[in-house]
């Protein structure tokens, strides 16, 4: 160790060229310090003006939203029992809902215990009087199935005989 200290210290004094001239201490070193404002600032400009751009980009590209052609027909409260004649308010006539197409509905079997049937159907064990996606299982015998839905009568073939 003592000749690489030695060696050292050669080094330090050849190139301090003054062999009485001791080396400051680390803590009074001047310290070079580096100022990362400029580059921050200008970071921060170039994300401003990316966020701006983004944003004029969307409003000229985002598609129009353009108001109803007719305006929606305002509600209006009746009272149960009140005179229709009397009342300056008008009622809004009431709409039949469009055709509403039968529900899927798939019979997988039929199974009798004792005098009481029951029906498989989308895989859910049905008994009369049972609902199933709106119907309402009224019949079952060994070749079909019958439901109503809707007023209309539903019939299920028994496709497992």
Known sequence: ????????????????????????????????????????????????????????????????????SSPTPALTVQTVGA????????????????????????LNGVYFQGNEGYALINNRILKIEDMIQGATLKEISLEKVTLEFEGRVITLVNSAR
């Open 83 to 106: 005179p229709t004649s009397d009342t300056a308010l008008d009622t809004i006539p009431e709409e039949k809902p469009a055709f509403i197409p039968d529900p899927t509905l798939i």
């Open 1 to 68: 160790m003592s000749i690489i200290y030695d060696a050292l210290k050669k080094i330090e004094k050849s190139v301090n060229k003054s062999p009485n001239v001791e080396k400051e201490s680390p803590a009074e070193e001047v310290k070079i310090k580096r100022n990362y404002r400029p580059a921050l600032i200008y970071i921060l400009l170039i994300l401003i003006g990316l966020f701006c751009i983004g944003g004029v980009l969307y409003l000229l590209t985002r598609p129009k939203i353009k108001p109803p």
